[in-house]
């Protein structure tokens, strides 16, 4: 699988930005998809995972209430709406693919990963 992530930007606290991460190579939909984000110098932080059928999600709790992961498995893609932006949210945001819907939040576990797309978040 071959992941492209997209969308990122600048964007001023409180807004809201749309990232896409569309899968090539092998149908989407028979891998769990999450978001991560990392910072230079810091570990790889999970944001949030969807399961293969879209049915089951999960957030941190940092981010909980102002970002959603979708999928749209038609488009070979998958999405991660963030609304209400902090500063803190600033960071190079990697989506990753697995395919077992476990141990959601290590990166070690996801199989295949795309190449990151910057967002930042000005106060």
């Known amino acids: 699988v071959q992941l492209q992530a997209s969308g990122g930007g600048l964007v001023q606290a409180g807004g809201s930005l749309r990232l896409s991460c569309a899968a090539s190579?092998?149908?989407?939909?028979?891998?769990?998809v999450g978001w991560f984000r990392q910072d230079p110098g810091k570990e790889r932080e999970f944001v949030a995972v969807?399961?293969?059928?879209?049915?089951?999600?999960k957030h941190s709790d940092s981010v909980k209430g102002r970002f959603t992961i979708s999928r749209d498995n038609a488009k070979n893609t998958v999405y991660l709406q963030m609304n209400s932006l902090k500063p803190e949210d600033t960071g190079v945001y990697y989506c990753?693919?697995?395919?077992?819907?476990?141990?959601?939040?290590?990166?070690?576990?996801?199989?295949?990963w795309g190449q990151g797309t910057q967002v930042t978040v000005s106060s």
């Open positions: 190579g092998r149908i989407i939909r028979n891998y769990a």
């Open positions: 969807i399961s293969m059928n879209g049915v089951l999600t």
């Open positions: 990753a693919a697995k395919q077992i819907y476990r141990d959601l939040s290590v990166p070690a576990g996801y199989d295949y």
